[in-house]
């Protein structure tokens, strides 16, 4: 069955440390990939996505993610967290049709 | 000001009724989705539409009902036979095969 995982479910971090939230989805064939955040009390929102091209993917708030398809992976990254990073993280895939398939979160903690 | 709104934001329920959840989108989106979100979960998609008057079930569909009667309006049924219905449920919308937008949610409690 086609599913995304998130190894990593709760991350705690202190501010200015780097971060990588891993993603691997399980289809070998063409897909889009999305990271969604959902910040305390806020709607889920798109932070990057990857449909085609560069697999280097630059998003909003400084993120980015690298679609690297030999491993069915979708990293994210950002080299310098802050506190208002605190949220959590949802990667998510498409195989070809509007259903998107998501994991199951990363919850990040930043401390001051 | 476009977006997708979802109603009420809290809702409390007696066991073995049934219950209602709107959701509007004035983004002009063909498709909607309508999911279920758990702690350690994450997001499980229950029905989508891609065009109005018709929707297909998702992955965890069972004991829920959905209507598309109107391109702008998703509403979401969980009835009786939910064995499990308290939950927090997202609707999102989108432009046929790009990225999903979201509502900001009902929580409903069934006691």
């Known amino acids: 069955a086609q599913s995304v995982s998130q190894h990593n479910h709760h991350v705690i971090l202190s501010e200015a440390a780097s971060l990588e939230l891993g993603c691997n989805y399980s289809?070998?064939?063409?897909?889009?990939l999305f990271w969604y955040v959902q910040y305390p009390g806020q709607h889920l929102q798109l932070l990057l996505k990857?449909?085609?091209?560069?697999?280097l993917v630059k998003g909003i708030k400084g993120f980015e993610a690298e679609f690297i398809k030999s491993k069915f992976s979708f990293n994210l990254r950002k080299p310098s967290v802050q506190w208002s990073d605190t949220a959590e993280y949802f990667c998510?895939?498409?195989?070809?049709?509007?259903?998107?398939?998501f994991g199951t979160g990363t919850r990040l903690q930043v401390f001051p | 000001d476009g977006g997708i709104t979802q109603s009420p934001k809290y809702l409390f329920r007696k066991e073995g009724q049934n219950v209602t959840l709107s959701c509007e989108q004035n983004?002009?989106?063909?498709?909607m989705y309508w999911y279920r979100q758990d702690p350690g979960q994450g997001l499980r998609l229950i029905y989508y539409?891609?065009?109005?008057?018709?929707?297909q079930k998702g992955d965890i569909a069972e004991g829920y009902s959905v209507s598309r009667e109107k391109k702008e309006s998703f509403p979401l049924t969980v009835t009786s036979a939910q064995k499990n219905p308290t939950a927090f449920y997202l609707c999102?919308?989108?432009?046929?095969?790009?990225?999903?937008?979201f509502g900001p949610g009902t929580r409903l409690t069934v006691t």
């Open positions: 289809y070998g064939g063409t897909v889009n």
């Open positions: 998510a895939v498409t195989y070809n049709t509007d259903k998107l398939i």
């Open positions: 999102a919308s989108s432009d046929r095969g790009w990225e999903q937008y």
């Open positions: 539409s891609q065009i109005v008057n018709d929707f």
């Open positions: 990857y449909f085609s091209g560069d697999p």
């Open positions: 983004l002009n989106h063909d498709a």
